[in-house]
């Protein structure tokens, strides 16, 4: 079989010959195509009953008009030496927050738990193009 495809290699590297990981492209493989990007600040408020408070939300609106796939992971203000992938729990000093995320075919929104103690998180995120939409 031909080795043919599109490569583009990164600069300073020859196409014909840049290892894979010197490569910003090649059809031989599977990329993720990424529709937007970026990084939310969420103030996360102290757990309340009255009135009740339970999370800090982020918002990212894409319009997409299909529900696309994403990924984001969090940290905590003031340090960068964890970060906390979707879905985590206990992610503000074992006190049963939660990191999650959910999209629809308008917005894709990012909540993080309320304990006792308010705080302030960095939402990176990545929302991913439907290649067949």
């Known amino acids: 079989m031909s080795d043919y495809g599109l490569k583009v290699s990164k600069s300073g ?7 894979v990981k010197d490569q910003i492209f ?13 990084l939310l600040t ?3 408020p102290a757990f309340s009953l009255s009135p009740p408070v339970l999370a800090g939300y982020g918002t ?3 319009n997409l008009g ?37 999209s629809g075919t308008a917005n894709t929104i990012f909540e993080l738990g309320s304990e006792d103690s308010a705080y302030t ?4 995120y990545y929302i991913f193009a439907d290649p067949g939409a």
């Open 13 to 19: 590297y020859g196409v014909g010959t840049a290892a």
């Open 66 to 102: 299909y529900t696309p796939g994403f990924m984001a992971f969090a940290q905590m203000a003031g340090t960068a030496t964890h970060s906390f992938g979707l879905n985590s729990f206990d992610i503000f000093s074992a006190g049963g927050n939660t990191f999650k995320g959910y």
């Open 26 to 38: 090649n059809s031989s493989y599977n990329d993720f195509k990424v529709y937007a990007s970026g």
């Open 42 to 44: 969420i103030s996360v």
């Open 60 to 62: 990212v609106t894409h």
């Open 121 to 124: 998180a960095y939402v990176y």
